[in-house]
Nanobody, 115 residues
Framework: QVQLVESGGGLVQPGGSLRLSCAAS????????MGWYRQALGKQREPVAV???????NYADSVKGRFTISRDNAKNTVYLQMNSLKPEDTAVYYC?????????WGQGTQVTVSS
């Protein structure tokens, strides 16, 4: 059974940086897009960034210019480089692989931005 495993979360001061990674534990095929979502306490899960097979990217307005999504197709891994972090970026971050057969989700990694 395929599982997505995220890493790289933690506590960081405002203005700091973190890099999240998400890797699939098994073979996964027909991935159309990889993305990152986040859910803050008491709020709904929201999309942060998505990258397609062709390399096209989309970002939430709140993170444009600060976050960068990238992928390694050979490793079925997606990354999220987060710079200039703000307290409002605090949330549990989830990776998502959208395939022809359905969606896979990671277990989530906590990102806390606080002084």
């Amino acid at each position: 059974q395929v599982q997505l495993v995220e890493s790289g979360g933690g506590l960081v001061q405002p203005g700091g940086s973190l890099r999240l990674s998400c890797a699939a534990s098994g073979s996964i095929f027909n991935i159309n897009a990889m993305g990152w979502y986040r859910q803050a306490l008491g709020k709904q899960r929201e999309p942060v960034a998505v990258i397609t097979n062709g390399g096209s990217t989309n970002y939430a307005d709140s993170v444009k210019g600060r976050f960068t999504i990238s992928r390694d197709n050979a490793k079925n891994t997606v990354y999220l480089q987060m710079n200039s972090l703000k307290p409002e970026d605090t949330a549990v971050y989830y990776c998502n692989y959208a395939t022809t057969w359905g969606n896979y989700w990671g277990q989530g990694t906590q990102v806390t931005v606080s002084s």
